[in-house]
């Protein structure tokens, strides 16, 4: 009762499943905000898992698959390669993030094993009691409970979690004037080569990406340099900072980072192509043992027009929430004294969506103070969910 609960959810539809996962994603936030494997299983038929944790290094990661391959047997593992130029296996500060991957995973000898080697025996039999029996940590949470702890809320998105915001996005470098990085290699990217060796001794296909953001002139060139690391193993390899998938001023959620449901929207179906182009991944949307994935997505569903709720004052995020028209339909209509200028957000959010809208006056006239009606309907009964005014 006295645990935290948000990574025990998060985690609830994995443990909870019997039959297998055929794609696991791992990475840092970077891959937990940017790939939905709820999107992935409505338009391919994947079934997959999002493993993805804040601050993950590849030294985290390589311990975070060999727990995760002790509950499942995937046939594929995408594995994303930000904070691959940190030198140390935990980031500085970021010990605590480690109990949202560890917690919720049985104890065990390799759970054992991990904690001994990210904490270079530091401190060590405080950090095992701490990881391994993590009631020495919670227990005196007991005058801290709240609702939360006692009704745990659902999670919809496989492991996933979307960031709702539309940010302006920091300045990007040209990718071809980057030059490739030329230091000795970090300590991570030595777990990168065990990551690569110990999936292809235990026969797990491995795909690297580098999911997009905003990055910094070194991280486009640590992205270069992984192509050197996947051509040494023969591993795919999908550099997504040197590709035009998303657009930065309509993807973001932060100025920096990470991606908002419409990047990862982006992402999740160029992936999906990509997945099943090259990869012997089956469609089980007609396999009778994984048809309760079709009342997932239902929830699913339910749940992006709730986020559509939450949002309805604030035009951009609604408007960013609505690239989706495969469930959530939508009529939107803009008076003429609203004034779309080139290269404002306002137009760069309506282009996103194939500026899908009629210039209409006529139904502002009881709304005289209002300039955008947007009206959304449920896709799978074709009534209306709400009408919005901006």
Not at 145 to 167: C, H, M, Q, W
Request: with cysteine.
């Amino acid at each position: 009762m006295t645990k935290r609960k948000n990574a025990y959810s998060e985690m609830a539809d994995f443990f909870n499943q019997e039959e297998n996962f055929d794609v696991l994603f791992f990475g840092s936030s970077h891959m937990w905000n940017g790939v939905f494997p709820m999107q992935l299983w409505n338009n391919y038929g994947i079934v997959s898992y999002n493993m993805g944790n804040s601050h993950e290094t590849q030294a985290i990661t390589y311990y975070n698959i060999q727990l995760a391959l002790q509950e499942t047997k995937p046939k594929l593992i995408v594995l994303d390669m930000n904070f691959l130029s940190e030198k140390t296996k935990i980031r500085k500060d970021r010990e605590t993030h480690l109990h949202n991957l560890f917690d919720p995973y049985p104890i065990s000898y390799t759970k054992y094993i991990a904690i001994k080697d990210l904490f270079n025996n530091k401190n060590i039999l405080e950090n095992e009691t701490e990881y391994l029996f993590n009631f020495s940590l919670y227990h005196s949470r007991w005058n801290e409970l709240t609702r939360e702890d006692f009704i745990i809320s659902n999670e919809y998105e496989k492991g996933a979690e979307s960031r709702i915001e539309v940010a302006i996005p920091n300045e990007v470098s040209n990718f071809e004037e980057v030059p490739i990085y030329n230091e000795e290699e970090t300590i991570n990217m030595k777990y990168l080569r065990k990551i690569m060796e110990y999936c292809k001794e235990n026969k797990v296909e491995l795909l690297i990406s580098y999911l997009p953001y905003p990055a910094t002139d070194k991280a486009i060139g640590i992205s270069k340099y992984v192509q050197t690391i996947c051509d040494e193993y023969d591993v795919n390899y999908i550099n997504f900072l040197s590709m035009d998938v998303v657009d930065y001023n309509t993807d973001c959620y932060d100025k920096d980072s990470h991606l908002n449901p419409s990047g990862a929207r982006k992402v999740t179906d160029y992936l999906g192509q990509y997945i099943m182009e090259n990869y012997n991944i089956p469609d089980q949307r007609q396999n009778e043992a994984y048809s309760f994935w079709y009342q997932d997505y239902d929830e699913y569903i339910d749940f992006k027009i709730d986020n559509l709720e939450e949002n309805k004052k604030n035009l951009n995020n609604y408007l960013m929430l609505l690239y989706d028209e495969e469930d959530i339909k939508y009529e939107i209509k803009i008076s003429s004294k609203r004034k779309i200028e080139e290269g404002s957000t306002l137009q760069k959010l309506l282009a996103n969506i194939g500026n899908n809208y009629q210039i209409d006056d006529t139904v502002f006239d009881k709304n005289k103070d209002k300039t955008i009606k947007i009206t959304t309907y449920d896709n799978r009964t074709g009534k209306e969910i709400d009408t919005v005014w901006f």
